[in-house]
């Protein structure tokens, strides 16, 4: 049922990102790196503050997941929702005035409609993960998803349709905002069986609160370190150098949707577990996902690395091309931020969140200290790829820290076959890249990338040789994407 799980919500964020990425090809041709660099300046700039809204989903998770009275934690999670989206529009809307009349930071016309469009929509998606978090609280992973992916293909060809009449910023923002109040009325119906009347439990909202408080400061971190480095980029450099690391990452994040569905699974899971002290079940889940993370999936990021360069331009076009390196860079990125996922849960299932805030805080002082150094015109300016190498850096250090820290905790450790497995994949892979450089350059793109990928076959057929890959992770690969048991679990959850 865990990989079930597993698939049902990395197959939906595979599947949305597919869409988008076909419709991002699209946007990012006809409409240019500007007016994909002012919406991702609209939503940075709003994105800053979205830790108001995702102040207690952490704590709705936890205290669904340990048992705890569910009708009352609807109505707690509910009114603290409710009152988080109105603080959250009170504090932009300063904010920007702020900038604007106090500050005197030039905005285009374009940029404050962006901005308070992006607000709207930030808004109204927080309080659908009313509905969202509790599902994943449950365990009811199908629920959790399927409102996503139709808000997601309203957009995405919403989008399509408006860039291809020649619409700009705005209206990419306003069809986003538009495809959220379409899927209102899907969350309601979904949730048609969930309880939300019960009387107000004052000791269970303190433990809200109590959970809230140190997440208060994890939250603010990650909405500073998630778009203030896009702001910075801007300020320091140019919108148009923004959408060329927007042009990478869009690519790239596709990379990240392993850490994240794997996030939303282990939490809960570690947080039961931690409860009943069964540290030898997280040790043997972790293991396993370590494994496959090395094992089937790294020689996908180091393929996607080396193809960067004919990839980029072929997919998005010539103007592009500044975006090649961040693209290559992010990729490491993504692999690190997923590595370092089962860690940082397991903290967080063991509900040590005042610690977990403190490192936040450290990672926090860390990126501002990168990002200067990185994108500063009195450091090295390095522009787009500068904050892609920001990312890398901070998610290097953060995944020795978190890994030393659960170590401590609970006495885990990386497989001796781990450090194997890396050390042949660095081996092959960057020998396969000087190869490439040396004599395949003036190849047609599509050849190389055909080439690329013989070579990672290959590699996998000279693990099974050397029996590193085993008929075992075979089986088990092959039993994660079993469709008859996802459309069993599928089927079961929603019958519930």
Known sequence: MLKQKYLI????????????????????????????????????????????????????????????????CNRIYTTLMIASSAVFM????????????????????????????????????????????????????????????????????????????GFGAIALSFVNLLAAVITIPVYLVLLKNIPFNAKWDKELFKKYFAIGIPILIITVTNSFMENYGRIMLKDTSAVLELGIFTGGASLAMMLSMIGSSAGTIFFPLFSKASAEKNFDYIKKQIGKYERFLYLITLPGFFFLAIISDPLIPFIMGDEYIPSIPVFSILVFAAFLSISTMPYKNLIYGMGKFKSSAWVNLFSFILFIGLLYLYLSPRFLNLGAPGLALTLLSQNLIEYIFWYYYSKKQIQISISKSIYIISLINIVYFVSVYLLFNAYFQDMYAVLRMLLAGVFVLAFYGLLFLIKILTKKDIDFLVDVFNIKALINYTKDEMNK
Do not use: C
Not at 9 to 27: E, N, P
Not at 34 to 60: C, K, N, P
Not at 150 to 157: F, G
């Open 9 to 72: 919500d990395f197959g939906s964020k595979f599947f949305l990102y597919f869409i988008g990425a076909l419709t991002g090809i699209v946007v990012a041709r006809v409409a240019g790196p500007e007016v994909v660099g002012t919406v991702a300046y609209g939503a940075s700039f709003v994105g800053m503050f979205g830790f108001i809204i995702g102040l207690f989903g952490t704590s709705h998770i936890k205290l669904i997941s340990e048992k705890q009275d569910l009708a009352k």
């Open 90 to 165: 009170i504090v932009v809307t300063s904010y920007f005035f702020y900038q604007k009349y106090i500050n005197h930071k030039e905005f285009s016309s374009t940029e404050q409609v962006v901005i308070f469009l992006s607000m709207g929509f930030t808004s109204l998606y927080g309080l659908t993960k009313v509905a969202e978090i509790t599902w994943i609280g449950l365990g009811q992973q199908a629920k959790a998803n399927i409102p996503g992916v139709i808000r997601s293909i309203v957009y995405q060809i919403s989008r399509i349709i408006v860039v291809l009449l």
